[in-house]
């Protein structure tokens, strides 16, 4: 019997793990809008929700529309005329663009949104990573002390950089600054930068900051990448050539709006010994990977061709 419910335990908490990523991929790809610090009926307690975004597309470069939203009880939002030529690639829908056709013409026609490839694709104003550590240090310093935040886990930066899970730890003895995440009464834990000395947290700033489009968790993921960065150990990325294009693999999560950058370019793929992976055409590969070493501070790893 404790076999048989060890066993249904451990179904349910890969069922959850696969719901968990699927969300985050529909998310990533424009499916959800996630809104953060939503107030509910009590004023004290603050959630995130998921919406379903209306429906839209971008242009990619080659032609190509790249289609998200979802609308309410419908399978589909397209007549069958521009439905069938739908392709899927996970979650990922597009419509190749026929000769003499005015694509986002008939698109919009069908009352989808086209959204630009500048808005789709913003991004975070640049900065150096240590000027972004001085900025949040600076805002992590001005928060009261705290005694009272338990069960909490960090992102420990002394572990290895190419497999994510097993940076989470509980603190010990750590004293710095660390990104982490907080249980909260209802909902998934929450991401926050905390301030620890000896592995006790003394000050901590919820994240995303206020006055933000980002999520918490984009904010974390990309103050982790600077903080990996300026220790001198760089999160990594191996590109690999392939038949139809470049192949980047990644080792630690990507912040939504760069991920949404090599969907738009390339198109997502099955991990190979990594968490994610993306293959880019040829013609937009070295601007792409100049990308993620201006502004996630990425580096190849030493096995990469």
Not at 9 to 20: E, K, L, M, V, Y
Not at 102 to 129: C, I, N, T, Y
Not at 230 to 238: A, D
Request: aromatic share 10%.
């Amino acid at each position: 019997m404790l076999e048989c419910t060890q066993g249904l335990a451990t179904n349910d908490a890969s069922r959850s793990q696969r719901i968990d990523e699927a969300i985050e991929a529909l998310t990533v790809r424009g499916d959800l809008l996630e809104l953060d610090d939503v107030v509910t009926e009590d004023s004290d307690v603050r959630q995130t929700w998921v919406f379903a975004a209306p429906p839209g597309f971008v242009i990619r470069p080659n032609g190509t529309a790249f289609i998200f939203g979802v609308v309410p009880d419908q399978d589909t939002f397209l007549p069958a005329f521009l439905g069938n030529r739908v392709h899927h690639d996970g979650f990922t829908r597009s419509i190749e663009l026929q000769p003499s056709e005015d694509l986002a013409h008939e698109l919009r026609e069908q009352g989808l949104q086209q959204l630009s490839e500048g808005v789709w694709l913003r991004s975070p104003k640049g900065e150096s990573p240590d000027d972004m550590l001085t900025r949040v240090d600076q805002r992590l310093a001005h928060q009261s002390p705290i005694t009272n935040i338990e069960n909490f886990k960090i992102l420990d930066s002394v572990r290895p950089i190419n497999y994510y899970p097993d940076r989470w730890v509980t603190p010990t003895n750590q004293t710095g600054r660390f990104v982490a995440r907080r249980p909260q009464e209802f909902g998934a834990p929450m991401w926050c930068l905390v301030r620890l000395e000896d592995g006790v947290a003394v000050r901590l700033l919820d994240l995303p900051f206020e006055k933000t489009r980002w999520r918490a968790c984009d904010t974390a993921w990309h103050l982790q990448m600077a903080i990996d960065h300026c220790r001198h150990n760089p999160q990594q990325y191996r590109r690999r050539p392939e038949t139809r294009g470049v192949r980047f693999d990644f080792f630690s999560p990507l912040p939504q709006w760069s991920q949404r950058r090599l969907m738009v370019f390339g198109n997502s793929m099955p991990p190979e010994k990594s968490l994610l992976s993306y293959l880019v055409p040829n013609a937009q590969a070295e601007t792409e990977e100049e990308f993620l070493q201006d502004r996630l501070w990425l580096s190849r790893t030493k096995d990469s061709e």
